[in-house]
């Protein structure tokens, strides 16, 4: 960091002899400096809540049988946001089944609602729960298409196994990432 | 080990040489500055750590301003523009409403030791926008990501004192925002005063009389600029100009006072009364107005009594005077009558002339006649002493400046 400022203080001093007063409005001093940005995080909370960029201070579990989804809804509406990159994603879940043999399918579904309502998927892949007790898991999905018109994001569990298989996912670790830019 | 100790001592080598060139240029360029370009010394930063999109982050830089520095005027505009960039501006730019940035500065003297306030300043990137500051407002493009930060009332210094500023930057960004490396710059801005002074004379009714040499001449002007420089009056006449004492007019704000007795090689006509000023900047402005130079006296014309004409007790007197400028003093217009004795008038004291005494009847009073707009009197010579005899007749008449005329 040091080095980085001395070498902008000699920027800064060849800069002030250049410049000569010609119009109205003239600039006399450049200060610079960097910033890495990263994705949003979307963290899932209780109340079926999406936070975004706020981890959750307490946790919730929530019980899903086959055929029954457990959504998570940002609770804020982004009045149609557009992206310019399709969103490469890491999907972060702790969850268990009630019988983990053999490892039962969960579909974690990434998506966002545009401001007509229609629920558009970012990316969506199955996960593979292996454990009876509460255990994290992630997988990354790159995204299909670039998010338009964005209102309300939206992350989705889906039991995929058969009526009698139950999933218990906690919101503690649950969260979606967003790592970087399909390419 | 060996490699990276060479290249630490190149690098050193190359700081310090660029170092030198710039502390040499610096030092030319002070010795030979008289442009407006403003020095801020002591940069810090920018400082801001790694943050994630849709959330909001605070950058924060420092400076000191310090007014000894010739090139530091007072009154600077405070005046930041910002600039975030994309890493990869080609496929990811940077697009209006990505960021929204606010801030602050806390400002501090005595070598940053005192804090003296805060000072909070808004951003925008709206384009165009007006930079809105008693120097002058300037309207400005505004690219992509490009925020103008300023504080109308805001300046660069504070009094007497050299300033050293830390300002604080809350950059909000977009949760749409692409994820990757960003640039940030802010450049201090400032505006060059390219409105001239407003200069009123404001009792140009003062100027409706005559004036002449060893007149006593003040009047009071409106000058305003938050730069102003210098201010001054003058006559101007083909001859040579004149100049007036000036002051500000205490307990007045932007009222000066101009005042000077018109000297006496000043000429008769109508001149022009410059009032010129001047600001920091270079801009300047006038207002005029005329001053008529009176020094001819009124003429006198005389209508009664006529010459060689023989009066008895009653003589006439009647005087035609005018004066075309500034007016007769009719309280000031007189005759007398002295006796002509052996050829000689007597003298204006009415002392005897050797073994004779003469009459004088000293300056006496004529009155003006609004009926026939003369200066009339029927002279009763019983009443004046006045025997038979030749006697002179003089008249004197004055301006209301005071310039005098003689009929004799």
Redesign the interface.
Known sequence: ?KKK??????I???L??G???A???????????????????FYAAPGKVLL??EEPSTYATYEARDGNAIVFWTEEN?GG?????IPKVDLYIRAKVNNATPSKPLELIFGYSDTSGIMIDICSLNMDISTEELDDYYISCDGLSI?QD?DEFYYKMQGKGSQDIEYEISTENTKVE????VE | MKKQIITTKIRKLL?SI??TI??I??LL?MATSV??????DN?????????????T?Q?N?S?SYLRDRPENPDDSPL?F?INITS?DDE??PV?KGDFEVSGFIKRYILFGLIPVGEEHFTCNEQEPQT?IHPL?N?T?NVKNGTFYCFDPEGNLDFGDFNAYDEVFLNIK????????????????????D?YSPIVNILDKFYFDRYFRDGSYVDFEVEIIDVNLNDYWAKIITPNKNFSFAKQEKQGYENIYEFFQTIPNDIIEGDFEVLVTAVDDFGNNATDNITIKIDLTPPTIELLSPEEGKVYSEILPIELNITDEKSGVNKTSVKFRLREIANGTICPETGVPIGNYSCVNTGWLNIEFDEITETFTKQLNTTEYNLSSGEYWFDARAEDILGNLAYLE
Request: hydrophobic share 50%.
């Open positions: 960091m400022i001395i070498v902008i203080g000699i800064i001093s060849v002030l002899i410049i000569v007063s119009s109205l409005l003239d600039f006399f001093g450049k200060i610079t400096g960097s910033v890495e940005v990263k994705g949003p995080v975004v960029n982004l946001i557009d992206f310019n990159y998010p964005v967003i790592i970087g830019v | 700081i660029s170092l710039a502390i240029f610096s360029s442009s407006a370009d403003r020095v801020i940069i810090e930063g920018i400082y801001i750590e790694d943050f994630v999109a849709g959330s982050a950058a830089f400076y005046i523009r890493s496929n990811f697009w930079i002058g300037e400005v960004s977009h949760p749409a925002l692409w994820p990757g490396e960003y640039g940030l710059s802010v450049e201090l801005y400032y505006l060059t390219t």
